[in-house]
């Protein structure tokens, strides 16, 4: 039997960070508790992402305001010991990279009462993106999965060519659908 030793939480925290920076995959966002305003879902991660306020205004500063446009998008995190609760440093998470960036990004933000500082977030070296004929064969051409690959393609920097495929299959299969019912009904 080996001995862990996990906090039983549904959320991510910066005990999670002792090893270093970890990468995420943005995989929407929801409102959260009285405690923190909104619970990111992770993909690669069971627990949710409850970013402070000042973590939250710098990823509106980054990727802006519509939370849509974060899913797909990704973010390098890590642990930063010298987060404070009150007088006591409890550590907490930050952000180090994220991915849409072209350049760095300086934001200025609140770190106790009445005292800012400027942190520079990375852009985020992401692996090369996958064809768009790749992610049309891994929906097996089902239409939610087409509709679900449309809305992720356009908010990741695909073209309008790579986007008028998606749909143009979506619509073939669309149509093709009442015929296949028709022939059903027949047998």
């Keep these: ?3 862990t030793a996990e906090p039983r939480s549904d959320q991510i925290n910066y005990e999670d960070f002792l090893a270093g920076p970890r990468v995420y995959t943005i995989g929407g966002v929801r409102v959260g508790t009285a405690e923190q305003k909104y619970d990111i ?7 949710v992402w409850r970013p402070p306020l000042t973590v939250l205004r710098t990823l509106i500063a980054c ?21 404070r609760f009150g007088k006591e440093a409890v550590g907490g998470i930050r952000i180090k990279a994220l991915s849409h ?25 992401t692996a090369q993106r996958q064809s768009i004929d790749e992610l049309i064969e891994q929906t097996d051409g089902e239409l939610d999965k087409l509709r679900q690959l449309y809305t992720w393609a356009q908010n990741n920097g695909y073209s309008p060519d790579e986007l008028q495929k998606i749909a143009t299959l979506a619509e073939s299969i669309q149509a093709a659908q009442p015929q296949q019912e ?4 027949q047998q």
């Design 1 to 3: 039997m080996r001995i």
């Design 41 to 47: 879902q992770l993909q690669e991660e069971q627990r």
């Design 63 to 83: 990727w802006g305001d519509d939370a849509t446009v974060w899913q797909g998008r990704q973010v390098e995190l890590y642990g930063d010991p010298s987060i």
């Design 101 to 125: 960036l072209d350049e760095p990004k300086t934001v200025t933000v609140t770190v106790a009462r009445g005292k800012r500082q400027k942190i520079t977030i990375q852009p985020l070296q």
């Design 182 to 185: 028709e022939l059903g009904d």
